[in-house]
């Protein structure tokens, strides 16, 4: 079975600083998808970016990146330029390329807090 | 209008008694999936569906069964609630093709007392 683990309970960042959150997994599949999702205190959850597994390029959105190390299974996402709305609780989260009914797994998150 | 409602937003019920939630989409998709988050353990499987015949249990379906009447809808019951199943539901629907996104639900918070 695939599993996903998010060792940091809690990170700080001071506002327009960077910060990292890490995230490993575990799987067998050579192909499949990985995901960071953002859930405000709204409870909504927001995909923030995603990779596929057979890309060796590392995925952007904006101000947010990720370091894809696929032999380590290592997938962190990089806040660039951290914003006082980035606070939230964010999910690493890994999804197989077919098969498995396609589920996605979750980490159990990182909770973001930004400070002035 | 959000593409996938989900009712109540918050429900506090009493031990024992029968609770539904309901979940509604509007992306036309066929895959339905409902999820329980805790605090901690992150969000878990309960069940999902990839047509109105085809029900599949998660990790965690112990205490629930769901029902899904249409394409469109899916919903998700505690037979019995218990105080352990206080928690954050999330419906998640996704359409077929590897690349497609999940499109979640606003959630509802659970109490059961």
């Known amino acids: 079975a695939q599993t996903v683990t998010q060792s940091q309970p809690e990170m700080s960042v001071q506002e327009a600083e960077t910060v990292t959150l890490s995230c490993t997994y575990d799987?067998?599949?050579?192909?499949?998808?990985l995901f960071w999702y953002k859930q405000p205190p709204s409870r909504q959850m927001i995909l923030v970016i995603r990779q596929e597994a057979y890309k060796q390029q590392n995925a952007t959105e904006n101000r947010f990146s990720v370091n894809f190390q696929k032999a380590a299974k290592s997938f962190s996402l990089k806040i660039s330029d951290s914003q006082l709305g980035d606070a939230a609780m964010y999910f690493c989260?890994?999804?197989?390329?077919?098969?498995?009914?396609?589920?996605?797994?979750f980490g159990t998150g990182t909770r973001l807090q930004v400070t002035l | 209008d959000a593409d996938v409602t989900q009712t109540p937003r918050n429900r506090i019920t009493k031990t024992g008694k029968r609770i539904m939630l309901e979940c509604s989409q509007t992306k036309g998709h066929d895959r339905m999936y409902w999820y329980r988050q805790d605090p901690g353990l992150g969000l878990r499987l309960i069940y999902y569906?990839?047509?109105?015949?085809?029900?599949n249990k998660g990790e965690i379906s112990d205490g629930y069964s769901v029902s899904r009447q249409a394409q469109a809808k899916f919903s998700l019951s505690l037979e019995s609630a218990i105080p352990n199943q206080t928690a954050l539901y999330f419906c998640?629907?996704?359409?077929?093709?590897?690349?497609?996104?999940?499109?979640f639900g606003q959630g509802t918070r659970l109490t059961v007392v």
């Open positions: 569906s990839f047509d109105v015949k085809d029900i």
């Open positions: 998640a629907t996704r359409g077929t093709g590897g690349r497609t996104e999940a499109f």
């Open positions: 989260a890994y999804r197989p390329w077919a098969g498995t009914a396609s589920k996605l797994t």
């Open positions: 799987t067998s599949e050579s192909d499949y998808y």
